[in-house]
């Protein structure tokens, strides 16, 4: 058994920030990363964007599967946290990453992944 990273309060902390960013749509702080693999696979589910955000605001800890981690990447915004989740949709299982990125009072997020898993993925609060 893999040993999380983030316990369950850590994981609705930062669900309640992503949650928090969609839910502001005044402030528009959620934002997509445009990659093939989540086009392939929003056309594959038939998704639009606000079917991503569905899927994303009924995550709970239970779809929990890794994070934090420190943004590793070089776009320049190397603060915040990276959080992966997974879930099953319509026989799929998707791979979620966002990127929590501090703001001031408010987060920005960024859906890096919501594509088709490249592999099994653990959920540590599954059952």
Known sequence: MILPKANI???NAALSK????INDAKYGGFHFKRRPETEET???LGYKHEHVLEEILSLTYRNYC???EQNRSNSGVGKGSIWKF???IE???VYIKIHIVPQGAK??????SF????YSMAYPYAS
């Open 107 to 112: 987060n920005q997020c960024i859906c890096i």
């Open 91 to 93: 026989s799929i299982e």
């Open 115 to 118: 594509h088709e898993a490249n």
């Open 18 to 21: 992503i949650k928090d960013t």
């Open 42 to 44: 929003m056309i594959k």
């Open 86 to 88: 997974g879930k099953f």
């Open 9 to 11: 309060n850590q994981i």
């Open 66 to 68: 890794d994070g934090p």
